[in-house]
């Protein structure tokens, strides 16, 4: 069983940052590819960036390059999500994800039905 529980979120004006903490249990974090998706209100749940399981590896959601920069800490089982220069439109709830499909490769995973836990979320509201 693993549990992740996301923390960091908030209000911010737009221009500001944040940055997102995603801490794991249960299971060996190294181990596994990792990724932050967001889901606005009446919106479907959505890829933000994905971190392989060495942190070589990055992928971002277009709507974030250059904003948005997502790392992971094997040594303390976190994952991050630094969130910079916000916009009205990043308001959403921020989800952290794992996923155990690709144990045996270095790889980046984007796909919503690939991830396997799910943290509960934590609110980002961005202000005008």
């Known amino acids: 069983q693993v549990q992740l529980v996301e923390s960091g979120g908030g209000l911010v004006q737009a221009g500001g940052s944040l940055r997102l903490s995603c801490a794991a249990s249960?299971?060996?974090?190294?181990?596994?590819?990792m990724g932050w998706f967001r889901q606005a209100p009446g919106k479907e749940r959505e890829f933000v960036a994905g971190?392989?399981?060495?942190?070589?590896?990055?992928s971002y959601a277009d709507s974030v390059k250059g904003r948005f920069t997502i790392s992971r800490d094997n040594a303390k089982n976190t994952v991050y999500l630094q969130m910079n220069s916000l916009k009205p439109e990043d308001t959403a709830v921020y989800f952290c994800?794992?996923?155990?499909?690709?144990?045996?490769?270095?790889?980046?995973?984007?796909?919503?039905?690939?991830?396997?836990?799910w943290g509960q979320g934590t609110q980002v509201t961005v202000s005008a």
């Open positions: 971190i392989s399981k060495s942190g070589a590896s990055t």
């Open positions: 249960g299971r060996t974090f190294s181990t596994y590819a």
């Open positions: 994800g794992l996923t155990s499909k690709y144990l045996w490769s270095d790889y980046v995973c984007n796909r919503l039905n690939e991830y396997d836990y």
